[in-house]
């Protein structure tokens, strides 16, 4: 169980919290309901969860989007705002496309990265350069 606390725009994720409030996350996009059932958001516990009200600055004329925003501890996150009219809801992916590449053992003791052996890997993503790691033993 978690308790949710409010968190000031200090402790916000840098995803949104260097934004204007009514801007869309970097990598913002839209994705299917076949796509959010297999998302990390069954997956993993967010560590923000934030509501928002945001506006393309270049198509002024178009209805704002209003969601609610959750974020994960790699930068990414995942939304859902509701189609009231239309009774659906929509469903969003922010931030990075990971694309890990595992580092080796050696690479991770230069880089000064754990690695704590054959069972460990430690991955970084080619894009946005977060690492990884897991314990493949368990």
Same mark, same amino acid.
């Given at each position: 169980?978690?308790?949710?606390?409010? @968190?000031?725009? @200090?402790? %916000? =994720?840098?995803? !949104?919290?260097?934004?204007? =409030?009514?801007?869309? =996350? /970097?990598?913002? +996009? /839209?994705? !299917?309901?076949?796509?959010?059932?297999?998302?990390?958001?069954?997956?993993?516990?967010? #560590? *923000?969860?934030?509501? +928002?009200?945001?506006?393309?600055? !270049?198509?002024?004329? /178009?209805?704002? #989007? @209003? @969601? $609610?925003?959750?974020?994960?501890?790699?930068? #990414? &996150?995942?939304?859902?705002?509701?189609?009231?009219?239309?009774?659906?809801?929509?469903?969003? $992916?922010?931030?990075?496309?990971?694309?890990?590449?595992?580092?080796? +053992?050696?690479? %991770? &003791? #230069? +880089?000064?990265?754990?690695? *704590?052996?054959? %069972?460990? *890997?430690?991955?970084?993503?080619?894009? %946005?350069?977060?690492?990884?790691?897991?314990?493949?033993?368990?």
């Amino acid at each position: 169980m978690m308790k949710l606390v409010y @968190a000031d725009k @200090a402790d %916000c =994720p840098e995803i !949104t919290g260097s934004i204007h =409030p009514n801007d869309f =996350p /970097e990598g913002w +996009r /839209e994705i !299917t309901s076949e796509e959010f059932a297999q998302s990390d958001f069954f997956m993993y516990s967010p #560590t *923000h969860i934030e509501y +928002r009200q945001m506006y393309n600055g !270049t198509m002024i004329h /178009e209805p704002m #989007t @209003a @969601a $609610k925003l959750f974020h994960f501890h790699d930068g #990414t &996150g995942i939304a859902m705002s509701q189609d009231y009219w239309n009774k659906k809801v929509l469903y969003f $992916k922010f931030g990075c496309d990971h694309k890990y590449n595992e580092l080796s +053992r050696q690479e %991770c &003791g #230069t +880089r000064g990265f754990q690695h *704590h052996g054959m %069972c460990w *890997h430690v991955y970084e993503c080619a894009e %946005c350069g977060n690492i990884m790691s897991t314990d493949s033993s368990d």
